[in-house]
């Protein structure tokens, strides 16, 4: 297994793990009632104590992947001298002391007892890790302010994005109908200001990615004959599908909550639907985002 191989698989393992604690927390933290917030997050504990180690897992086992990406392969993985100088004397380095210092701030937030307090800092630093994605992406090749303006419109890109898709497995365990027995005017308020923060965050989505593509591409990805170009697309197509989803999750199933009482079970369907469409989004995205975009 070559090196490059094992970055995609580190890179889509870390990307899920940050978008998930960044899209929960801040939605649990900003927009759901404290009561009903901290029984979604003691819920979600075993899912975040496993995206938080395997985001220090990726983290760790990056630099020595990426020291044989850059050297003569697997061999100089190993050598001392060779990573401190990727470490020290590189872009992909600096990344990296980045992505160690979210990591290191991601594993503090357990010295925190209060719920609230844990969910502001686990929602700090997984944004922090999002935005330090923008140094070694595309983003990264432009200078001045063309960069500038490429790297701003990459971080909203993945905050955007983590918002929206990092909420879904908190409002999947929102919709149960044990939780909304107990807490049924929390759980009504939190999906509402779910669906009104969801549509800033796919309209803040889909318009920096069209800037990305652009500043990255050109204009549409239509030359299929180059992997990236072709890899892009079938992004954007799965964004639609994923789209098309919460739109009719929202306006063709939402409104039959109160006639349907299938309904409930069909939107639950279609929030982890979205999931799932979601994991392949990231995963094209960790392949392609090793190409280059034009033979």
């Known amino acids: 297994m070559t090196a490059d191989t094992v970055f995609t698989g580190l890179r889509f393992v870390f990307d899920c793990?940050?978008?998930?604690?960044?899209?929960?927390?801040i939605y649990l933290r900003v927009l759901v009632e404290p009561a009903l917030s901290e029984r979604i997050w003691r819920q979600m504990r075993p899912l975040r104590i496993a995206a938080s180690w395997l985001i220090c897992a990726a983290t760790i086992a990056a630099l020595p992947v990426r020291t044989a990406m850059l050297g003569n392969g697997w061999p100089d993985a190993a050598d001392g001298a060779m990573m401190l100088d990727v470490l020290f004397h590189t872009g992909v380095g600096t990344a990296w002391i980045w992505q160690a210092l979210g990591a290191l701030a991601l594993a503090s937030s357990s010295a925190f007892s209060d719920p609230r307090n844990r969910m502001m800092v686990t929602a700090l630093a997984a944004g922090f890790l999002l935005?330090?994605?923008?140094?070694?992406?595309?983003?990264?090749m432009h200078a001045g302010i063309f960069g500038f303006v490429h790297k701003a419109s990459d971080v909203l890109h993945l905050l955007s994005v983590g918002s929206w898709v990092g909420a879904l497995i908190p409002v999947f365990l929102i919709l149960r109908p044990?939780?909304?027995?107990?807490?049924a005017?929390?759980?009504?308020i939190a999906l509402i200001r779910f669906s009104t923060?969801?549509?800033v965050a796919v309209a803040v989505a889909l318009l920096t990615g069209v800037i990305n593509t652009l500043?990255?591409?050109?204009?549409?990805?239509?030359?299929w004959s180059t992997p990236y170009q072709m890899l892009l697309s079938l992004k954007i197509a799965a964004v639609c599908m994923m789209l098309a989803l919460a739109l009719a999750n929202r306006y063709l199933i939402v409104p039959r909550l109160s006639r349907r009482p299938e309904a409930m079970a069909w939107l639950r369907?279609?929030?982890?639907?979205?999931?799932?469409?979601?994991?392949?989004?990231?995963g094209l995205v960790a392949i392609f985002g090793m190409l280059e975009p034009f033979p």
């Open 185 to 188: 005017a929390e759980c009504r």
């Open 215 to 223: 500043m990255i591409v050109g204009g549409p990805p239509t030359d």
């Open 17 to 25: 793990s940050a978008l998930l604690l960044w899209g929960s927390a």
């Open 178 to 183: 044990a939780c909304a027995g107990i807490f």
């Open 269 to 282: 369907a279609g929030t982890l639907a979205e999931v799932a469409i979601a994991l392949a989004v990231v």
């Open 197 to 199: 923060a969801g549509h």
């Open 131 to 140: 935005t330090g994605l923008a140094t070694i992406g595309h983003a990264a």
